[in-house]
Every structure is written in C-alpha cells, then in structure tokens.
C-alpha cells in the first residue's frame, strides 16, 4: 500500500461545478498535511494547510480526518483556472526524520 | 512569485558532461531540498539539507552530488548522468526540517541526458 494514494484522475468538471477530492495516508503518525497545485510542467505551489478543525480559503475547504486517515479538498464554484495537478502532501516523523511524503496527484480539468 | 530562484531553467547534457544545478532562497530558511519529478509522476525526494548539514539522502546515485556552500545556497553538481535521469530538478526550501512546515519550490530545471 502506497503512503500516500489519490485517486489519480482526471476530473473533468463543467465550469461553476463543486467538485471534491479525497487522499488517504498510512502513517497513523503523521502529523501535518497539505494540498499543493501543480500547472504542468511548473512547480507544486501550496493551495493550504489542513487542520483537524477544517480551513476554508475562498472556494477552496480542506479537511483532515485523522481516525479514517484521509484529507480532503473541496473546490466550489470552479473556473477554468483551477484546470491542474492537486498533490496531497503528508508530512512527519520516519525513522526519526521528518519527510513529506506526496500522493501522485489527481488531475482536475474544468470545462467551458 | 516563487522566493526560490533555481538555474538554469533548461539544461541539455551529454552523458560525460559535468553540470551543475543551482538554488537560491533568501527568506532565512534553513532546510533546503533537492525534489527530482518525471512526468505524471509526483516529486521524488533526493537529499535534504538542514542547517547547511545533509539530512536526508535517499539512496541516490553518487552521480548526483549535493553542496550547500551557506544557508541560501544549495547546489547540484551533476557527473556522468544516464539518459533516465532526465526530468525536472526541483529546489525546495522550509523554513525548519519539522512538523508543520510549509515547503516552498523553486521553478525548477528541465533536465535531457542525451
């Protein structure tokens, strides 16, 4: 089982649609998440941190589910720019160094 | 904008040349990162550095070798590279090795092995 998984895509969603996605992680020790974009053929860019308690940014609202070990990102009101990569990214303690551990990204393409 | 600048953006090389990356941060972070990623695929973690000592090597070919000359520098220097280690180079930085901390990419180099 990967350490990170995501469903990869591609999500392909009418403009103005809400659409979510989910990414489970298999260290029960992990200890702080994020989602990041990625354009292709650019750099990962971090969209926001998750927390326990859920954050919103905009249209954006992530969630953290530690005792079903999966975060979310829901999009609302998409628009054509939100077309890219969305990386879940896990971070904590492994063998006594911290690493960040990335899903392989799920693909969203908004449509006109 | 990303505050971390990388060099080249595009870099072609030949299998006996010898090259280096380069990356720069100035938002006083001391972790810095070398992330390799091949297409459709998510970045893969090469070496960490922190407090301009490494941290982390994951099992990387000797052929890639990491520097990090002070807290804002951190470099690639690249030696008899294969064709299958073409792919996009990316420096991250944080602003500690630890729980909670954001990271921060560079633009990255497009690397081909001829």
């Known amino acids: 089982r990967k350490e990170v998984e995501q469903d990869p895509g591609p999500f392909n969603v009418p403009e103005g649609a809400t659409v979510a996605f989910n990414c489970t992680y298999s260290n029960s020790a992990s200890q702080s998440f994020f989602w990041y974009r990625q354009d292709c053929r650019k750099e990962p860019k971090l969209l926001m941190s998750?927390?326990?308690s859920g954050n919103e940014d905009g249209r954006f609202t992530a969630q953290l589910n530690r005792a079903s070990q999966y975060i979310s990102l829901l999009i609302r009101d998409s628009k054509l720019s939100d077309s890219a990569t969305y990386l879940c990214?896990?971070?904590?303690?492994?063998?006594?160094?911290?690493?960040?551990?990335f899903g392989t990204g799920t693909r969203l393409k908004v449509l006109a | 904008d990303t505050e971390v600048t990388q060099t080249p953006k595009h870099l072609v090389m030949g299998m006996t040349n010898k090259k280096s990356l380069k990356c720069e941060q100035h938002m006083g972070h001391r972790a810095m990162y070398w992330y390799k990623q091949k297409a459709k695929k998510p970045p893969e973690l090469m070496f960490v550095y922190s407090y301009e000592k490494l941290s982390i090597n994951e099992s990387v070919p000797s052929r890639f070798s990491p520097e990090c000359p002070n807290s804002s520098l951190l470099n690639l220097h690249l030696h008899a590279l294969q064709p299958e280690d073409s792919a996009l180079y990316l420096c991250?930085?944080?602003?500690?090795?630890?729980?909670?901390?954001?990271?921060?990419f560079g633009s990255g180099t497009q690397l081909s092995v001829l």
């Open positions: 990214v896990v971070n904590g303690a492994t063998s006594g160094t911290y690493k960040y551990i």
């Open positions: 991250a930085s944080s602003q500690l090795q630890g729980i909670g901390e954001k990271l921060f």
């Open positions: 998750v927390y326990s």
